[in-house]
Every structure is written in C-alpha cells, then in structure tokens.
C-alpha cells in the first residue's frame, strides 16, 4: 500500500519519512470517503452473523436435549467408564464442541459489533481524527 502511495499524485514530497508521507496521505485520502456507510454494512453484518449463531445455537441446545443419554446405561453395550456406548459418547461430544464454537461465533460478533459502535461514536464526535 505505501508503494500505491508513494506513486500516488496526492502524496506531498516534503522531504518526510515514508511513514509521515503514508499518514499525511491517509488523512488527506480518508477525508474524502464517508466511514458511515462502511461501518453502517459492517454493523448490519455483524447482527446477521449474531442472529444466526443465537438460531443455530438454539438448534444445538435443542438437539443435545434430545439426544442426551436420558436413559440408564445398557450394561452390555457399556465401552467407557461412563456407561455409555462410544458412539453416544462420540455424538455428545461433537455436540458440546458445535454448541462451544457457536457460542464463541456470537461472543465475537457481540464485541465485534461493540467495537463498531465505539468507532462510529468517536467518528460522530470527532475524535478519531485527533486520535490518528
């Protein structure tokens, strides 16, 4: 990116680094774009990937509830110290695992889309131009 720049006919030589030349550029560019609608679709994104992790989860929970090894174990079949068969171990496990992943999957769209906010706030007070 800062070859782009370098090259750039809005970059200023004004006998600076490289670095001051990039952030110089950088404020000058990103002035002329709006960051509202990026964060605005980024936002959008993060609730649709927070809806369908709550969903799925929901899924997961309901399809653990009712798989679960609710009866006494069948003594014959038993291959673990649990009672249980190993392939209602296995399938128990898988599910744990999916429903784990989903609800880390909606942990990180939560903060994600918290972040979002924070950013638009400081765009809307002006700040994050100071900040840069």
């Known amino acids: 990116m800062l070859d782009v720049l370098k090259g750039s ?24 774009y709006d ?29 653990i509830i009712v798989n679960g090894p609710n009866s006494a174990p069948d003594i ?7 009672g249980f068969s190993s392939s209602t171990v296995w399938v128990q496990k898988l599910a744990y695992v999916s429903l784990a992943f989903r609800v880390l999957a909606a942990f990180g769209a ?7 906010n924070s950013t638009r706030q400081l765009e809307d007070e002006g700040l994050s131009k100071s900040a840069a």
Request: with cysteine.
């Open 110 to 116: 939560v903060m994600r889309k918290q972040w979002l």
């Open 9 to 32: 006919a809005t970059v200023e030589e004004l006998g600076k680094d490289d670095n001051s030349k990039f952030c110089a550029t950088y404020e000058k560019i990103s002035t002329e």
């Open 76 to 82: 014959n079949t038993a291959s673990s110290s649990t």
């Open 35 to 63: 960051d509202d609608d990026f964060l605005g679709r980024a936002s959008d994104d993060m609730g649709i990937i927070l809806t369908f992790a709550g969903i799925l989860s929901l899924v997961n929970s309901t399809f």
